[in-house]
């Protein structure tokens, strides 16, 4: 009785330490899959020579420029749309509604609904207003949010310059049959999130160039904001990344060039995207994970309910790992039971059963 005591408390305790730890953990396990992401890179430094030290503080320095460069190159964008949809709001309203009197040979004019337009963008106004007015309101959640990026880039950037010294203080708790066992999986790990990362760089280039090209024919304004705004986006936000991705382009495209433009452009995106799917993609991510479509959408799933945005873009790479972790460490059969079996076929014993010379 008193062990059984003893054991429900400790069950307790551990169910309390993580719940109240709940925040650190969850900031170190998304640094261990960034130090996974980023260790081919490192890696590839280190076999050339440099200090795992300086080759870490290089990848983070490039990971950084890169990620202020796209938000750099959106800030303008988002500013001039808001803007401008402010100013024409009022026009579209205007003209759907003289297209509706025309049509339909009504005067909406006398229910006062001319004047929704100007109430649109009022509103709109109104919102914005709201918003920058709350930045100061927001100060806690921004500070928040600096606190958990500067806390994952120093968790992922010791495990990657530190890594050697972290494997050995793991293993070193293993018996020698666990410790390559151990750093198999590790190996696989890093090889499967290295696969993903640059197959979807490298589609993120691709469709970030063409998108680019495309819009720059169409005289788009931003074009190659956007252009980068669909190479992230669609690559890099599981299954609804690339629906997401054709909004913005399409809101831009009937601001600045009218509906028939944003046809266009809906048209290009949904094209391209079928291109992607069987031409690209398929070859790029030949040597990447290859998991089932309903394994991701799973996935997908689960890491948003789990962690948020954060974990549907962790969702696929997570599997992927997974995926590959059971397949190097657990055993395969051969399946002996013959296609047609469970539909009312003889199976292989019943087939040696029948063809015997006792049939």
Do not use: C
Request: no cysteine; aromatic share 8%; hydrophobic share 55%.
């Amino acid at each position: 009785m008193l062990e059984a005591a003893v054991v429900l408390a400790g069950a307790g305790a551990v169910v309390w330490l993580t719940l109240r730890l709940s925040g650190v953990l969850f900031m170190v396990f998304v640094s261990v899959f960034a130090a996974v992401a980023l260790e081919p890179a490192v890696h590839f430094l280190v076999k050339r020579g440099w200090r795992r030290g300086a080759a870490a503080g290089v990848v983070f320095l490039a990971v950084a420029a890169l990620s202020l460069g796209f938000l750099g190159a959106l800030a303008p964008l988002f500013v001039q749309q808001i803007n401008q949809m402010v100013e024409l709001i009022p026009r579209w309203a205007a003209d759907a509604l003289a297209w509706v009197n025309e049509t339909f040979e009504i005067d909406l004019t006398e229910l006062g609904i001319d004047d929704v337009g100007a109430d649109i963008a009022g509103g709109v106004q109104k919102v914005g207003g709201f918003l920058v007015g709350g930045v100061i309101g927001l100060t806690a959640g921004v500070a928040g949010l600096l606190i958990l990026i500067t806390t994952v880039a120093l968790f992922t950037y010791y495990m990657l310059a530190e890594l050697p010294k972290l494997q050995r203080s793991v293993l070193q708790w293993m018996p020698e049959g666990r410790q390559r066992r151990a750093l198999r999986i590790w190996d696989l790990a890093v090889e499967k999130m290295g696969g993903y990362i640059y197959s979807r760089l490298v589609l993120a280039f691709v469709s970030a160039a063409i998108s680019t090209t495309f819009l720059a024919i169409l005289d788009m304004p931003f074009a190659l904001s956007l252009g980068i705004w669909i190479g992230v986006l669609s690559q890099f936000i599981p299954v609804v990344g690339a629906y997401l991705a054709a909004i913005l382009p399409a809101v831009v495209a009937l601001s600045s060039r009218g509906p028939s433009t944003m046809l266009w452009v809906i048209l290009f995106l949904t094209a391209y995207q079928q291109v992607e799917n069987f031409v690209f993609s398929p070859r790029i991510t030949r040597r990447a994970m290859e998991i089932h479509p309903a394994v991701s959408v799973a996935a997908i799933l689960i890491g948003g309910n789990l962690m948020g945005g954060i974990g549907v873009v962790l969702a696929l790479p997570m599997a992927g790992i997974i995926q590959a972790i059971i397949a190097e460490t657990g055993g395969r059969h051969k399946v002996v039971v013959e296609r047609g079996a469970g539909a009312g076929g003889a199976g292989p014993d019943e087939t040696s059963q029948a063809g015997g010379p006792d049939g």
